[in-house]
């Protein structure tokens, strides 16, 4: 897959566009669009032929908004995103629904062989209002959370040769094993901030 700018659109009308800039192991998909309305909260999704990838929470930017998310091989071989198939970006407020597609959602990564509670991060179950977070997690791939005492924990796994995803919060993050894999953990409130590291 090479380079690509699409259209985004929101409620049928085109209002921004999205890039797809393939790196490595990985892909990133950055949507920039103008506001379409103040005071609610907006979703990049990227809608194709039998699939659907979820870019992330949009955040504000020089007075638009912008979702940056990178997807691994697997997950995009996972979701059907080849070469060649139609695809657009489409921006959700809250309460619409999400993109219809044919095929189920984008497959996980697979998580830990011992759970312990641990799922797959999901945006919509874990509120979020800390910015560097809030971009750490919609660029990320193989984040963990569960609920714990006063808020959640997130897990982001460690990767030799792969960056970190939460590298700007590392002072917080404390090191653990999660199903035989080593993880970063960061505990986060009930207000969605960072609160330390985790115990």
Do not use: H
């Amino acid at each position: 897959m090479s380079e690509t700018i699409l259209p985004a659109f929101f409620s049928g009308q085109k209002i921004g566009t999205m890039l797809i800039e393939p790196s490595g192991i990985k892909t990133s998909f950055t949507v920039r669009c103008s506001r379409p309305a103040v005071g609610e909260i907006f979703r990049a999704w990227a809608v194709f032929e039998g699939a659907r990838l979820l870019v992330g929470v949009m955040q504000p930017l020089d007075g638009g908004l912008f979702a940056r998310r990178a997807f691994s091989r697997m997950e995009l071989k996972s979701a059907g995103a080849e070469q060649g198939r139609e695809m657009m970006a489409e921006i959700l407020g809250q309460g619409q629904a999400q993109p219809q597609v044919k095929s189920p959602p984008l497959a996980r990564e697979e998580g830990p062989k011992s759970s312990d509670g641990w799922q797959s991060f999901d945006p919509a179950a874990v509120r979020i209002s800390d910015a560097a977070l809030s971009r750490a997690l919609n660029e990320a791939t193989g984040v963990l959370y569960k609920k714990d005492k006063g808020g959640v924990a997130l897990a982001a796994p460690l990767r030799r040769g792969e960056p970190f995803a939460f590298a700007p919060l590392f002072c917080l993050v404390s090191p653990r094993i999660i199903g035989e894999r080593a993880y970063g953990v960061l505990s986060v409130d009930n207000g969605g901030r960072p609160r330390g590291a985790s115990t």
